[in-house]
């Protein structure tokens, strides 16, 4: 098993069933690669939420680590959008975005391709919150089917930078503080993990259910 700490940029949006097919082809044929073309973007993956409508969509990207967000380069292209982008942008309902520093346990950084995701609004629990937290992910990746586990707290003075794509949003961008994201081979090798999960947190978590739907990675050098 695996433990990493690394970056994440975790965005929603919720797009209409008129404009649902452009805004797919754009992501997977133009906004990903150059999100991932960005210095210090690793990989960007696209979820769909099941059984949602309109849909809703959940992308990750992860990062070398959360500096990445305030980075020259990600700010220029934020600045800069192409054409396509400035036409998608308007089109996105119920926008939210937040990174941060994730702490990951896994099996050789692995992926898996049905997820579990748990957003927390005001602060992260405790119990997923340094060494407790980090033996949580241990303990959830420890089960049958389970890939992955990763808990982020949010960086909020970079995820609030305005830039001039933000400002072409027809809604105001939502705020969250974390994020608790489960990897699974299936979806219902994921009931076990909620139901622990949500014993150890008070209150318990709201889980929501995605499958990946397109994913691009870095290539990394070989020279």
Known sequence: MNNQSDGLLAIWSTIATETEVDYLHWLTREH??????????????????????????????????????????????????????????????????????????????????????????????????????????????????IVAARAMAVKTDATSIATREKSMRSSQEGAFSGLLVIEALDHSSLNGVESLISRAVPGGCNFQRYDTIFSHHRIADIS
């Open 32 to 145: 990903i690669f150059e999100r991932v073309g960005v210095p210090g973007f690793l990989s960007g993956r696209v979820f769909k939420r099941r059984d949602r409508s309109p849909s809703e969509y959940l992308m990750l990207y992860e990062l070398a680590s959360a500096d990445v967000m305030s980075s020259d380069g990600y700010l220029a292209r934020l600045n800069a959008p192409t054409p396509w982008t400035q036409k998608i942008m308007p089109a996105l309902m119920h926008f939210r975005r937040g990174g941060g520093v994730t702490h990951t346990a896994n099996h050789g950084r692995a992926y898996g391709t049905h997820i579990a995701v748990a957003r927390f609004e005001d602060s992260m629990p405790e119990a997923l919150v340094g060494l407790a937290g980090q033996k949580m992910l241990d303990d959830v990746v420890g089960l049958d089917w």
